[in-house]
């Protein structure tokens, strides 16, 4: 019988006897088999056993972890790829909210209030003390009207507020003497004469105070004032140039009415409140305006409320699919300013709203990275929410700003401007 042999993975290996029964050269026996082949698929391990040579079990170590790290760095790659997915997504989302939702426009505005200066009396400039673009305080004077006519007619009333004064002392002293009289005297109709003679004089006199009073201050309106702390701006005025009373003719902008006006669209309306912390950041400029939100315009025009030229409703035409939100303007005062920036009207400035004010600087005024994340992912799936209260029903105080009106005259006793006159109702003028 043959000797067999089984190798590591079960396979029965058969030998010859003798060197005779494996060349087949012996009587009697088969004939040899045909040798195989060989085979391109080649294991060393199984050759090696084969042989009966030690099998190196290293090899299947390797290719174990081979196996392994390969299915690792598909799982690798499958969890990257879903990762990016999911980072681009949330980008997405909240890129698409910031620009949709957030309260922020680069449609913003500074604004000035404007003071227009009239001249309130009528004349011929005969002094410009300003120049274009020059500061001024408030009270300077900008210019002076030629004073002549407004002296001569304040010396005339002046005047002829002695000749009243006069004139009432004497029928006051007539009155008084007819008073004193008896009836067989004096009948009580002179009686009556006198004392209405001195009451009409005595109005006169008080008009002719008023009349004074009224040339003092056309007089001093000769010298036309800055109302407010500003600059002169457009100036076009010059010497010679005649000055209608009532007629703009120079114009001072306030230095302390600056403010700015962001235009937001009516999408991010819902995450503007009055009093939230603003921000404006200036064209031209890196460091940012600091603000609040002072108040919100309650109304804008409508084209589609105008009539036409036959009284019927003018309706714009809109797109089913694409709609422009409306622009609301938001006004925004001024708390903090940098001081190398100046402020020019017109400029154009990025306004973003930063959330309310508060001192306590809590989570609730103030949330987190995450929580404000949660909000935005909110706000784009689900729409912005209205904060409660943010549109306040108060009235905001108006600044405090005034002009100083003239006085009123006060009334002199006639004996103070023509003094002597009547010392007594017995004694001659200028006795004692």
Known sequence: ??????????????????DSDAHGTGAGTLPAARAPEPS????????????????????????????????????????????????AVASAVLIWSYYVNAPWTRNGRVRVQVASVAPQVSGQISEVRVSDNQFVKKGDILYVIEPFDYKSARESAEAQMRMRAAE????????????????????????????????????????AQVQLAQADVNLQRTE??????????????????????????????????YWVDGYFEETKMANICIGDRAEAQL???????????????????????????QGLPSVDPVYTWVRLAQR????????????DIPLVA???????????????????DHPGALTRIRQRFGDAIYGPTARPGCMSMSTPT??????????????LPASSVVPGLTPGMTLPPGAK
């Open 283 to 309: 064209m031209g400029y890196g460091a940012p305006i600091i603000g609040r939100v002072d108040t919100i315009t309650r109304g804008i025009s409508d084209s589609n409320a105008t009539p036409s030229t």
């Open 168 to 207: 009432m002392q004497v029928k006051k002293v007539q009155a008084e003497r007819r008073q004193a009289l008896s009836d067989l005297s004096a009948t009580v109709e002179d009686k009556q004469v006198f004392a209405g003679n001195a009451a009409q004089a005595q109005a006169a006199f008080d008009a």
């Open 224 to 257: 036309v004032r800055s109302p407010v702390n500003g600059y002169v701006t457009n100036l076009l005025l010059r010497v010679g140039d005649a000055a209608p009373a009532g007629t703009r003719n120079i114009s001072i902008i306030d230095a302390d009415s």
């Open 328 to 339: 609301v303007p938001v006004r925004i005062a001024i708390t903090g300013k940098p001081e």
């Open 346 to 364: 017109g400029m154009t400035a990025t306004v973003t709203i930063r959330g309310p004010e508060t001192g306590n600087h809590g989570t609730e």
């Open 398 to 411: 108006p600044p405090a700003a005034s002009i100083q009106s003239p006085t009123p005259p006060t009334k």
């Open 40 to 87: 391109t698929d080649r294991h060393p391990e199984r050759e090696s056993a084969s042989r009966g040579e030690p099998v190196d079990a290293s090899g299947d170590a390797d290719m174990a972890f081979d196996d392994e790290k390969s299915r690792g760095n598909r799982i690798a790659k499958i969890i990257a790829t879903i990762a990016i997915a999911v980072i």
């Open 1 to 18: 019988m043959d000797d067999q042999r089984v190798d590591q993975w079960g396979t029965t290996l058969r030998e010859p006897l003798n």
